[in-house]
């Protein structure tokens, strides 16, 4: 069988970096490590192709070569996931979809025409579909509700990768979230029982990323990288030799609840093992909206002494912030922006609420009869996909506003320095040295933000002040600036797309509590 892999274009997004991408000359944050690990489940005898559509688009003759095209996809690529599937099929070629898109919403790539859904946990299913494939059977649906042993996982064909063309290559330690927030998908895709790969897979992977001459940052993309603490630990503790005696070659990153900052042990074993950086689900810091969300694990400390601590261990945090909750009071934007300024955390996803398909959420709602007529997305510029309790319009505005503010240019690098000025300064010795890559990206920065700007003096001096004061944090400090280049641009395309839905919003029922539909947004 000739099988041809294919990871759909992502739309510029929050995560999609993609003005400092173009600075550095890289094309893509992380390949698919759902792909690659499929690669190593398909039967040895196959001829494989991989193709990510955001470093380079496959070729008519890669189309005309494969018997088979297997394509994954995460709800923000729909629409050129929906290109390929209704390709293929034009093409007489036999589709096979998976991943978390398809899994949640099925009804979605069978309209699109794909022959195989190959669904939930690929441990389980991708046998099903090649005995499906060996029995002649032209169509199928292969689903189980068995979460697989991740200890049986395959190392992903991390050799399929154009590996210059990353800033990140991903890895998975556990899959499953203990917690039940009502807005998340990840236990409905998961469970919440997590699962682990042992010390020793993890390491394997990591040699096998050092072998490959990988020496960026290596995201372990767990749902909740603490999800089973003690086995996070077990894991840590190996690694932070491993870590010493191959002189610190990756700059790790991963998510983690925010219950992080009650574990000191687990905070200075991800220091000591190489986490630089740790993305959290704040949402809000409104209690009343974090209760009814079911997210109470976020309202047993104080949320910003416990972000405080994080980040004086040495962890840069990345956070989650969502408005359009149903106990939400106005100037919850405010509210945010606010807490993002006292904490000074330099990257904040702030999003409208979206009600993904098959949430508790999702089934309330639907429920209540406050759906719309479209799926929920996380990209930024989409505006939300049910009645809120409040005026959509008003909870609209006020984003627009926060995102404007928190991603102006003199703001984001005094929080960026608080921040950086906060953390402890130990990093493990490396010897690692700065690529061109990384060189072009500092010196475009130091020219825009250092000489074209209004920030040119505060820049410098802050700059100095990091290489002074905590000079093992520059290349992270540097860093964080960089990425900041794509959030002062990226802020003008989420203000535009809003205001542009806004402008087509109809109001419904003019009465106290005004709410409002959607008349023709996409």
Request: one cysteine or more; hydrophobic letters at 45%.
């Amino acid at each position: 069988m000739k099988a041809l892999l294919l990871w759909p274009i992502m739309p510029n997004s929050f995560w999609s970096y993609q003005e400092t991408l173009d600075l550095a000359g890289l094309r893509s944050t992380n390949p698919s490590l759902g792909l690659i690990t499929i690669a190593a489940m398909l039967p040895s005898d196959w001829e494989i192709r991989f193709v990510d559509r955001n470093i380079s688009l496959e070729t008519d003759t890669d189309w005309h070569w494969c018997d088979l095209v297997i394509i994954s996809a995460m709800i923000i690529q729909k629409q050129d996931f929906q290109k390929l599937i209704q390709k293929g099929v034009a093409l007489g070629k036999k589709v096979a979809v998976g991943g978390p898109f398809p899994t949640s919403v099925p009804e979605f790539a069978l309209e699109a025409g794909a022959d195989y859904l190959i669904l939930d946990e690929g441990e389980c299913t991708i046998p099903m579909f090649l005995d499906a494939l060996a029995k002649g059977e032209q169509q199928g649906i292969f689903r189980s509700p068995e979460k697989p042993d991740v200890t049986q996982t395959p190392i992903a064909r991390f050799d399929l990768l154009d590996l210059d063309a990353y800033l990140a290559i991903t890895v998975q330690f556990s899959r499953g979230c203990p917690f039940q927030c009502e807005f998340c998908d990840i236990i409905n895709l998961y469970g919440r029982k997590p699962r682990t790969k042992t010390p020793e897979q993890m390491l394997q992977e990591f040699q096998v990323l050092y072998d490959l001459g990988w020496r960026r940052y290596v995201f372990v993309v767990d749902d909740n990288f603490i999800g089973n603490k003690r086995n996070a630990k077990v894991f840590l503790k190996a690694l932070i030799p491993w870590m010493e005696e191959h002189d610190y070659p990756f700059i790790l990153i991963t998510e983690a609840s925010l219950n992080l900052a009650e574990d000191d042990e687990l905070i200075e074993l991800m220091v000591k093992a190489g986490f630089t950086m740790v993305f959290m689900g704040i949402e809000t810091p409104d209690t009343d909206s974090l209760v009814g969300i079911h997210k109470v694990q976020n309202t047993r400390h104080d949320l910003i002494e416990s972000c405080h601590k994080i980040t004086r261990a040495g962890l840069q945090i990345m956070s989650g912030f969502i408005m359009g909750f149903d106990n939400e009071r106005p100037g919850a934007g405010q509210r945010i922006e606010q807490f993002i300024e006292e904490t000074g955390i330099p990257q904040a996803m702030l999003s409208l609420l979206q009600a993904l398909q098959n949430t508790a959420m999702w089934n309330r709602l639907q429920q209540e009869g406050r759906l719309l007529d479209n799926l929920g997305t996380v990209h930024q510029g989409a505006i939300m996909n049910f009645v809120p309790m409040r005026p959509i319009a008003e909870i609209t505005q006020e984003y627009i506003a926060a995102f404007w503010h928190i991603y102006e240019p003199m703001s984001y690098l005094k929080r960026t320095f608080r921040h950086f000025r906060m953390m402890n300064g130990w990093r493990g010795k490396t010897q690692r040295h700065l690529t061109g890559t990384e060189m072009r990206l500092f010196v475009t920065i130091c020219w825009r933000q250092g000489v074209v700007r209004s920030t040119r003096l505060r820049f410098w001096w802050q700059l100095v002040a990091i290489a002074l004061t905590k000079p093992r944090l520059l290349y992270d400090y540097l860093t964080a600036l960089g990425v900041g280049e794509h959030f002062f641009k990226y802020r003008y395309e989420v203000k535009a797309l809003l205001e542009s839905q806004l402008a087509v919003l109809q109001p419904v029922k003019p009465q106290k509590d005004m709410v409002y539909e959607l008349e023709s947004v996409q």
